[in-house]
């Protein structure tokens, strides 16, 4: 969907051009990769210049994205949660209209658990496309409206989450039960 891998089958049609693509979609990899030397604040400055950003201050992104004491810090010095609102800053820095996310809390604390899932409700209620992969209920149930069930053997169903049910319980049991009963015992394991 990113335009990232060659798809081996189906297509992906977006409201503006291929060319456009880098602008109107942001990227959070769940491993995102970066040279381990590079600091915060270089690599922060490195989008800005790649978008034509301007008007935003380095540190006061920082700062809004828990990042401010880091800035001058290597990359391979960060915390895997520091490294995560990283991912997420540079993700959305230059405002795209669609944001993908794997496992976007994953590394972080409670609290940053909890600012991030109200950040991407924020996007959501500006106006932005949502794509997460989850394996979080919670995360699930604050943010999604469609849910994508994939299972290993290619199998998938796709559900409004209000026909999934009207509280936090009903709709995992519904995922659960899509999943089928092989998986829901792993999970109590």
């Known amino acids: 969907m990113t335009n990232m891998l060659k798809p081996s089958e189906g297509s992906v049609t977006y409201s503006f051009t291929e060319k456009e693509l880098p602008y109107k979609i942001g990227i959070q990899m769940q491993d995102g990769y970066f040279d381990p030397m590079l600091k ?15 008007k935003k201050d380095v540190k006061e ?32 820095m230059h405002d795209p209209d669609i944001l ?61 989450l209000k026909d999934l049910g009207s509280d936090y319980s009903s709709v995992k049991e519904a995922i659960l039960n899509h999943i089928g009963k092989e998986e829901r015992e792993e999970e109590r394991i």
């Open 40 to 54: 915060v604040n270089e690599i922060v400055k490195l989008y800005m210049n790649l978008y034509s950003i301007k």
């Open 61 to 92: 992104l920082l700062i809004k994205h828990e990042l401010g004491k880091v800035g001058g810090n290597a990359i391979s010095k960060l915390s895997g949660g520091e490294r995560q609102k990283l991912n997420i800053l540079l993700a959305g």
């Open 100 to 160: 993908f996310f794997d496992e976007v809390t994953t590394g972080l604390d409670a609290i940053s658990r909890n600012k991030i899932l109200d950040y991407l409700e924020r996007q959501k209620e500006r106006g932005k496309t949502i794509i997460i992969v989850s394996h979080y209920f919670e995360e699930i149930y604050k943010l999604a409206d469609k849910v994508l069930i994939l299972k290993e053997n290619g199998e998938h169903t796709i559900d409004q």
